[in-house]
């Protein structure tokens, strides 16, 4: 599956972004999908997971609570809503996605990643 992010911008501390990833071909309810961030000079991590049909969802405890994943499986879309976003949520944020079944927190759980969109929160 390829993926494409998109959503990224600049946004003052306490402001919402919302992201999207696209995704093509038409197997995208057989994926779990991903969000992970990657900040300058540091490792990509995990930011939230939703599994196949949307029922379950995990959160990085740094942004539970403010982010929410949410996919629409007839737009082969998964979002991730970016609510009173703080400086250290500046990033860039990429998609991915996993076979699953399970909801995965490791990068290597998931085998197709989109190009990234980068975040920046102002202070």
């Known amino acids: 599956v390829q993926l494409q992010a998109s959503g990224g911008g600049l946004v003052q501390a306490g402001g919402s972004l919302r992201l999207s990833c696209a995704a093509s071909?038409?197997?995208?309810?057989?994926?779990?999908m991903g969000w992970f961030r990657q900040a300058p000079g540091k490792e990509r991590e995990f930011v939230a997971g939703i599994s196949r049909f949307g029922t379950s969802t995990y959160y990085a405890d740094s942004v539970k609570g403010r982010f929410s994943i949410s996919r629409d499986n007839a737009k082969n879309t998964v979002y991730l809503q970016m609510n009173s976003l703080k400086p250290e949520d500046t990033a860039v944020y990429y998609c991915a996605a996993g076979p699953g079944p399970l909801l995965q927190v490791g990068d290597y759980e998931y085998d197709s990643w989109g190009q990234g969109t980068l975040v920046t929160v102002s202070s």
């Open positions: 071909g038409r197997t995208f309810g057989r994926y779990v």
